[in-house]
């Protein structure tokens, strides 16, 4: 069985789509649909960048997840693979949703770049931060994050792999928790590039405004199942994608355990769809003897067609 992986926030770059755009007329046509639905030019973004534009939340999410469809597109109209079910990385979730059916493109890219701007606004910068923390067991990091919070947040956002995930939550107890961790034997602690604190409390405001804009938009019959970040489990039920999308934005992405649920339901072939090749290199630790593929660019079509 087949699983398509769609890339969260942290993939994008300047050039991003830009080749499956210039080859295939499926590919333009869904950057054409993301610059009609935006009202300004998101394709030139991805092309062409600036880094430092493409890097602001509310640009990011609607391009890496314009760039994924795109490869989508291009991958269902020159291959017969036909995937059991679908997943995403946080924002990767709509990419799923889009893939599924559930979604329509052009709602998903109006959301998400709502969805950006209500996580960016939800903490002023430099109020909340995030932080990597590798080859910590699970029980030591809970007691990092007790011991740093000091009456503030810090808390796991993402459980990428074993001993490898990334906590979330005001600077000072994510700072507090690097230092601590390393204590701790951390084989690695350190802060990500990122302007706001994901996948924590602290977004729950942000929850509470998307949620406004999903009840306007319609969630259609799904093709196949999406495993979601929340519940690391199967859902085909239209009337349940709003709710799970919403507490999505403050709960932490369970990415080891979807991978491992995907495993259990027998699925051997992974393909990666979008920029970057970080799912499939999560994959590749956690889904042993699967088969493991990207979609980025035409390279990676050809192998994979071939």
């Given at each position: 069985?087949?699983?398509?992986l ?6 994008q770059h ?17 950057f ?6 935006l009202?300004f030019?998101?394709a030139?973004?991805c092309?062409?960048?600036?880094e ?19 490869a ?5 109209a ?47 910068v430099?109020?909340?931060?995030m ?25 796991p ?7 490898q ?7 000072e ?5 690097i ?14 590039p990122v302007s706001?604190?994901f996948h924590?409390?602290l ?23 999406v ?29 080891q355990?979807?991978i ?16 970057g090749?970080?799912?499939?290199g ?10 493991i ?14």
């Amino acid at each position: 069985m087949i699983a398509y992986l769609f890339p969260g926030q942290g993939s994008q770059h300047a050039g991003m789509g830009k080749e499956l755009a210039d080859n295939f007329a499926v590919a333009r046509q869904v950057f054409e649909e993301a610059n009609d639905a935006l009202g300004f030019d998101l394709a030139a973004l991805c092309f062409n960048g600036p880094e430092e534009d493409l890097k602001l939340t509310a640009n990011t999410q609607p391009a890496i997840l314009t760039t994924s469809v795109a490869a989508l597109r291009v991958l269902s109209a020159e291959t017969d693979l036909v995937p059991s079910f679908a997943a995403g990385h946080s924002l990767g979730e709509y990419s799923a949703l889009v893939c599924a059916g559930g979604l329509d493109f052009a709602d998903a890219v109006r959301v998400v770049r709502q969805r950006g701007t209500f996580m960016q606004e939800a903490v002023p910068v430099g109020t909340g931060s995030m932080a990597a923390i590798l080859g910590l067991g699970l029980d030591d990091l809970a007691v990092v994050c007790s011991e740093a919070a000091q009456g503030q947040v810090v808390a796991p956002a993402n459980f990428n792999s074993d001993g490898q995930v990334v906590i979330a939550g005001h600077t000072e107890a994510v700072d507090r928790a690097i230092v601590l961790a390393k204590e701790k034997g951390a084989k690695r602690a350190m802060p990500l590039p990122v302007s706001a604190p994901f996948h924590c409390s602290l977004m729950i405001p942000a929850g509470e405004r998307l949620a406004t804009v999903l009840n306007g938009i319609d969630v259609g019959a799904m093709t196949l199942p999406v495993i979601t970040n929340v519940e690391a489990a199967p859902n085909q039920d239209s009337a349940r994608v709003r709710e799970l999308l919403v507490k999505q934005v403050s709960a932490p992405v369970r990415w080891q355990e979807t991978i491992s649920s995907m495993v259990e339901l027998g699925v051997d072939r992974y393909v990666e769809i979008g920029p970057g090749k970080v799912l499939s290199g999560l994959a590749k630790r956690m889904a042993k003897g699967s088969t493991i593929q990207n979609v980025q660019n035409v390279a990676d079509l050809s192998a994979l067609a071939g």
